[in-house]
């Protein structure tokens, strides 16, 4: 079974970046969905960007123009570059790469 592995996450401070990574232990294709997702202290799981195939990237709105999702799919990696981090971006970020499902997700704190 093709497992998700999510690494990168951490302290920042505010204004600060972090460079999340997804490494299935399988083959990925460019063609499947792949999306990160996160999820704060008492909120649900929510959607911030995905990409999939040739089509253009697709972020939620508040989160344009800080994050970048990238895939490398030699590496069998999606990855999520996020800057000018803000304290509401503190969660634990989840990947989610079709067929297979989810990460384990990895803890992104951002405080001074």
């Known amino acids: 079974q093709v497992q998700l592995v999510e690494s990168g996450g951490g302290l920042v401070p505010p204004g600060g970046s972090l460079r999340l990574s997804c490494v299935a232990s399988?083959?990925?294709?460019?063609?499947?969905?792949m999306g990160w997702y996160r999820q704060a202290p008492g909120k649900q799981r929510e959607f911030v960007a995905a990409?999939?195939?040739?089509?253009?990237?697709t972020y939620v709105d508040s989160m344009k123009g800080r994050f970048t999702i990238s895939r490398d799919s030699a590496k069998n990696a999606l990855y999520l570059q996020m800057s000018n981090l803000k304290p509401e971006d503190t969660a634990v970020y989840y990947c989610?790469?079709?067929?297979?499902?989810w990460g384990q997700g990895t803890q992104v704190t951002v405080s001074s």
């Open positions: 989610k790469i079709d067929p297979y499902g």
């Open positions: 990409i999939a195939g040739a089509n253009t990237p």
């Open positions: 399988g083959k990925i294709f460019s063609f499947s969905f």
